[in-house]
């Protein structure tokens, strides 16, 4: 097939699973993501690039040698005071899937990689469930890429902050389809406040990759009986994924 007939066979997939539509409404309301705690005002827009701005620009421009550093070394949020190492995130570099979490944990912080302690257990048996596993067509990201102390849900300051780290990982790593687990990936892939027990079952896009919202593990752990929902979710993802890959 010469890209011409792949792009129009993707479309006419991606239509019938509902998405096109959706692509024009948001094509034609898209601006850049602004954080959802700090909307920039028309003024702002208009003046010459801010140091926000700009740090943003260098960021999409980034490869992952420069991404990675640039991580290490970022101080753009409290959340660089109390850690030990940023986590950028692992697995395959061109991935179909993308799963998207909170923050690092303990022993994410201790060791340098995403969903390493109790939830990433947890994480990796829902991987299996379908058919997937950690770093084989997969990448696993977090909303921020350094631990909030205590475990505690980063602020929007702290996910706008790192926002533009995950929006290039994305660029880079081109996933045919995004899961986002919990609330905080979800409303920072969306832009938008997202209930996740709303959400869920629903095919949603960023850019244009196809997104599905599904409960964070850590939640799982505590709340055994919405595992039944996020087991529903994940047969969702992986049929979805189907459609997408003829
Ligand atoms: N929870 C997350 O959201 N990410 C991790 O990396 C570990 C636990
Ligand atoms: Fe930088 Fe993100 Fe870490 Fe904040 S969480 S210091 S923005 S890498």
Same mark, same amino acid.
């Given at each position: 097939m010469n890209p011409d007939e792949m792009s129009r066979r993707r479309s006419g997939i991606l239509r019938e699973m509902g998405l096109a539509p959706l692509? *024009? /409404?948001?094509?034609?309301?898209?601006? +850049?993501?602004?954080?959802?705690?700090?909307?920039?005002?028309?003024?702002?827009? =208009?003046?010459?690039?801010?140091?926000?701005?700009?740090?943003?620009g260098a960021i999409a421009a980034m490869g992952w040698e420069e991404l990675r550093a640039s991580v290490a070394a970022c101080r753009a949020c409290e959340l660089c005071q109390a850690r030990k190492q940023a986590v950028l995130g692992v697995g395959d570099l061109s991935p179909d899937?993308?799963?998207?979490?909170?923050?690092?944990?303990?022993?994410?912080?201790?060791?340098?990689?995403?969903?390493?302690?109790?939830?990433? *257990? /947890?994480?990796?048996?829902?991987?299996? +469930?379908?058919?997937?596993?950690?770093?084989?067509?997969?990448?696993?990201?977090? =909303?921020?890429?350094?631990?909030?102390?205590?475990?505690?849900?980063?602020?929007?300051?702290?996910?706008a902050a790192c926002w533009p780290y995950l929006e290039r990982q994305i660029a880079l790593l081109k996933p045919k389809l995004i899961v986002a687990l919990g609330k905080p990936a979800a409303q920072t892939l969306l832009q938008k406040e997202v209930k996740v027990g709303e959400a869920r079952g629903r095919l949603f896009e960023h850019n244009g990759i196809p997104l599905i919202v599904t409960y964070h593990p850590a939640y799982l752990l505590r709340t055994l009986q919405d595992k039944a929902k996020a087991w529903e979710d994940l047969c969702f993802a992986r049929a979805s994924m189907r459609k997408l890959q003829v």
């Open positions: 692509w *024009k /409404l948001r094509s034609e309301v898209q601006s +850049a993501p602004v954080s959802l705690a700090q909307p920039k005002s028309s003024a702002v827009e =208009t003046s010459l690039p801010t140091a926000v701005d700009q740090r943003a899937w993308l799963f998207v979490g909170e923050g690092p944990g303990a022993e994410e912080d201790q060791r340098g990689e995403p969903f390493v302690g109790q939830a990433g *257990k /947890l994480l990796d048996a829902m991987l299996a +469930a379908i058919g997937l596993q950690r770093g084989r067509n997969v990448y696993i990201a977090n =909303t921020v890429k350094c631990r909030p102390p205590a475990n505690r849900t980063p602020t929007p300051a702290e996910t």
